[in-house]
């Protein structure tokens, strides 16, 4: 039911539907056999239960006709027999709950032949108390051992900072972070948290210590308050408001109709993408880790939402150490520094002004994006000022005219009314312009 919205979009019901209805023969094919087989063995049973019961009464009768037993052991016999029958059908119940249990017990003994790959060495100690520094060195990783995702990463945060991670996509950004909360284990080199080896520390206090705010957050299907004390269920209602208000989303919430009780739907299908991220923020704020992974955390979010979060998120990465990963990369221009990944390598590593003095990989991302931002920049100012115009030619229609002559005279200011004058700007770009802050 989850990706009913995928079967829409793709014209598929009827395939569907026949899917279905090929598990539901399958289904009648199965309990068919089954019926078959538990009703043979009721008839079995009934019949050799009769044919026992009639031949010892012809027993009975012709041993009392001969004078050899008498009319009451007739009546014991029959009365045994009765009572004999009872347990006799229990048994026949008794094998279908069997079958039933076994099956079921089968697919329980499939989910125990599963050995977790990550599990904690032995004799492993806690980490107590947390600085935040992190450094990996020379890790490497796959998860195919065909592709490699990791090919010896190096770099290092000290505690309280900021490292952004940018790059292609597939770049290995998000595995970066799933090594670090050891959802998986390395395949060379090391990790090491506050000098401590990540495989040398319980995986539980690890995780204590780190908060994620992941690409795609996923809600249980309960209410919003349930999914926001999961990061803390002894928080204080009080507590859960204000970390929603720190992420820009209480107002929000109140505004559903059954408020902080509203329930979120599979996977947190009634939310929107921004209101699910800022969910995610909210009860990351909540558990108050020392480290904070956020990956692509304001993605879903318009520029001015962006903005609150960005400020709440800088307020929350305080004294915390942040490893950030982002795809537009005005959010990250004040990071301590920003490690460019590429063929999972750390292709360039350095502050914004340090990666641009480069005139590497960073560079290149960086004047492609700032050109496509002036230019929707450009078209939104000529889009404005085309709209103004008609509002204008559409209240006074010599007012326009006169706009018009004016355009036609080589008017600097005119020229973007138009549609050629708008695509004129979008691409007047060229890749020697200067760089610097959008
Ligand atoms: N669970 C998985 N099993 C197998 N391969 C995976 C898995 N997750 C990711 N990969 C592969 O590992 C590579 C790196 O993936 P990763 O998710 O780290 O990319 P990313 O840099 O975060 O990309 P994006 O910016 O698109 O999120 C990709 O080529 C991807 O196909
Ligand atoms: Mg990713």
Not at 60 to 71: L, T, Y
Not at 104 to 126: A, C, G, H, I, Y
Not at 387 to 413: C, K, L, Y
Request: proline letters at 3%; aromatic letters at 8%; charged letters at 25%.
């Amino acid at each position: 039911m989850t990706s009913y919205e995928t079967v829409k979009y793709f014209n598929a019901e009827q395939y569907e539907f026949d899917r279905y209805r090929g598990a539901v023969r399958n289904f009648q094919r199965a309990e068919y056999s089954l019926m078959l087989s538990l009703n043979l063995m009721n008839v079995t049973q009934n019949m050799c239960f009769t044919i026992g019961l009639m031949a010892s009464c012809f027993l009975a009768a012709f041993q009392i006709s001969i004078g050899q037993r008498d009319v009451g052991q007739f009546v014991a016999l029959l009365t045994y027999m009765a009572q004999l029958q009872g347990p006799l059908n229990f048994f026949g119940t008794f094998y279908r709950t069997i079958q039933s249990s076994m099956i079921n017990s089968e697919r329980m003994l499939e989910l125990f032949k599963e050995q977790p790959t990550v599990l904690d060495r032995p004799n492993v100690e806690r980490l107590p108390s947390c600085q935040g520094d992190i450094r990996f060195s020379d890790v490497k990783f796959s998860y195919d051992p065909r592709k490699p995702a990791l090919n010896g990463i190096d770099f290092h945060c000290a505690p309280g900072t900021t490292t952004a991670l940018v790059g292609e996509s597939g770049g290995g950004k998000s595995t970066v972070f799933r090594l670090l909360f050891r959802f998986y284990n390395i395949g060379g080199g090391s990790i090491q948290i506050d000098g401590h080896d990540v495989e040398d520390i319980t995986i539980d206090s690890l995780r204590r210590h780190i908060g994620v705010v992941p690409q795609d957050t996923v809600l249980f299907n309960e209410t919003i308050m349930y999914n926001l004390r999961y990061a803390k269920p002894e928080a204080a209602d009080e507590e859960v408001y204000e970390a929603c208000r720190a992420a820009s989303i209480h107002d929000k919430i109140l505004d559903f109709p059954d408020g902080y009780e509203s329930r979120v739907g599979e996977r947190g299908l009634k939310l929107s993408g921004g209101e699910k991220q800022r969910v995610a923020i909210a009860r990351t704020i909540l558990k108050d880790p020392r480290i904070i992974l956020l990956d692509e955390a304001t993605a879903a979010l318009d520029t001015e939402t962006e903005q609150h979060i960005q400020t709440a998120l800088d307020k929350l990465s305080q004294g915390r150490t942040s490893l950030v990963i982002a795809h537009r990369l005005s959010t990250v221009t004040t990071a301590d520094q920003i490690l460019v990944l590429h063929a999972g390598k750390v292709a360039e590593c350095g502050t914004h002004e340090e990666l641009l003095a480069l005139n590497g990989r960073y560079t290149n991302m960086w004047r492609k994006q700032i050109r496509a931002q002036r230019a929707a920049e450009h078209a939104k100012a000529a889009t404005d000022r085309l709209t103004q115009v008609r509002d204008e030619a559409g209240g006074d229609e010599s007012a326009s005219q006169s706009e018009d002559e004016r355009n036609a005279g080589g008017n600097q200011r005119g020229r973007p009314l138009s549609n050629s004058g708008l695509q004129t700007s979008t691409t007047r770009f060229r890749d020697d312009m200067p760089l610097g802050h959008p």
